[in-house]
Structures are given as structure tokens and as C-alpha cells.
């Protein structure tokens, strides 16, 4: 099946840093969701995106919605140790199902 | 609200055994999608249901099927299992047919090893 691009692979960053992670896709997509994945637990929906340009934050969480409906990107700010995990990005086209980006493996330094 | 229920939570099976995974979706919700997740492979989609009919299906062989039941809880089934599916099974349900409006919430999946 279709799998997005996502970028980067793996990051490791100091606490406090800022983080951005994005991903790509050569179709257009109508939604995109960013979730979190801790070890041994399924992934957590962090946010959702509908429109192309929208830009949406939960918390020290910022995502957009690209304007070419074929990329999404998530910002992380002040990092804490808590942010560590696995995240992946998901998007929808014009069927209902839903494209898996890699994922992101965020270690954070204390 | 009880989020999204898998049973069991790991397995350890034999090659050529078969193996049946549940999903208990979030109450109300009648779409529930399952993953297959390996590190090499990310998320694979399996199958969607909804309202006891398989909507969507991806690009595994027939040793794969799954079925749903009217209280909207679904099963996988895999049968002569090879331990290539190994892997991390995840369920995920959402409201309606178009999970896009209200995103998936997912299980905490069911680690089955294949020996």
C-alpha cells in the first residue's frame, strides 16, 4: 500500500529544544493526523487538519496542512522528557482509508 | 468512556497455527480498521469494517480475513501463520464510515510472535 514519506527518520534533542518533523506524499490528501506511539501502546491521536493552509495547535503542539494538500508538518516547542516516542503522521484521500507516514522517533536529553 | 479494547495483549504462536485477535471499539463507534505494525514496515492496513461489512482491504494474502458483529466488536483471523507475522496488531475505531472526521482511536494493539 501507499506510505508517506516522513522526515526525519529519528532525532535527538536536547530538553527545551524545539522540534519539527514533516511528511510528504505524491498524492493530495483531504485530512491529515499526527499521532504518538509510547512502546507497547497503540498510537494517540495528537491532531487533526481538514483544510489546506489550516494550522492547528493542542499545547506545545502546532501542525499545518499544506498548501499543496500533498504534505503536512508538526512542531514540537520546548521539548520535555515526556515528549519521547514514536510519531507518525496519516493521510487520508478521497477514499476512507488512511496512509501511514514511517515515523519519528524522538528521544529527548534530559 | 472505555477507549478501544484488544485481547489479548501478546500471543506467542506456532508456525502454521492459526490465531483469532479481538477488537472491542469504543462504544457507539461502527468502524473499526486493523494494522499490521513491523519496525521494517510501518502501518500496514489490513481491513475496514463497518456496520458488519467489509469496507476496504489492503494488499495481504487470504491467510488474513476479519470479520464484524453487530455490537460493532470485530476479529482477525490469520491462519497458517508464518513468522513473518510477527508483528504488532492494532485496531482502531471511529464514529462513522469517513473516519477522517473524527480521526481513529486506537488499542493498544496485540504483540503476536510467531516461533
Known amino acids: 500500500g501507499q506510505q508517506l514519506n516522513q522526515s526525519p527518520q529519528s532525532m535527538f534533542i536536547q530538553e527545551g529544544e524545539d522540534v519539527s518533523m514533516n511528511c510528504t506524499s505524491s498524492?493530495?490528501?483531504?485530512?491529515w493526523l499526527w499521532y504518538k506511539q509510547d512502546p507497547g501502546e497503540g498510537p494517540v491521536l495528537l491532531i487533526a487538519l481538514y483544510k489546506a493552509g489550516e494550522l492547528t495547535s493542542n499545547g506545545r503542539l502546532t501542525a499545518q496542512f499544506g498548501i499543496t494538500r500533498k504534505d503536512s508538518f508538526l512542531n514540537i516547542s520546548a521539548s520535555i522528557p515526556s515528549d519521547v516516542g514514536i510519531y507518525f503522521c496519516a493521510g487520508q484521500g478521497t477514499g476512507n482509508q488512511f496512509y501511514f507516514g514511517t515515523g519519528t522517533s524522538l528521544t529527548v536529553i534530559p | 468512556k472505555a477507549g478501544v479494547t484488544q485481547t489479548p495483549r501478546y500471543l506467542i504462536k506456532t508456525r502454521g497455527q492459526q490465531v483469532t485477535l479481538s477488537c472491542s471499539p469504543i462504544s457507539g463507534h461502527r468502524s473499526v480498521s486493523w494494522y499490521q505494525q513491523t519496525p521494517g514496515q510501518g502501518l500496514q492496513f489490513l481491513f475496514e469494517?463497518?456496520?458488519?461489512?467489509?469496507?476496504n482491504k489492503g494488499n495481504f494474502p487470504g491467510r488474513f480475513s476479519g470479520r464484524q458483529f453487530s455490537n460493532s466488536r470485530s476479529e482477525m483471523n490469520v491462519s497458517t501463520l508464518e513468522l513473518g507475522d510477527s508483528a504488532l496488531y492494532l485496531c482502531?475505531?471511529?464514529?462513522?464510515?469517513?473516519?477522517?472526521?473524527?480521526?481513529?482511536?486506537f488499542g493498544s494493539g496485540t504483540r503476536l510472535t510467531v516461533v
Open positions: 498524492s493530495i490528501f483531504n485530512t
Open positions: 469494517y463497518f456496520s458488519e461489512t467489509q469496507r
Open positions: 482502531a475505531s471511529s464514529l462513522n464510515l469517513n473516519p477522517g472526521d473524527y480521526g481513529y482511536t
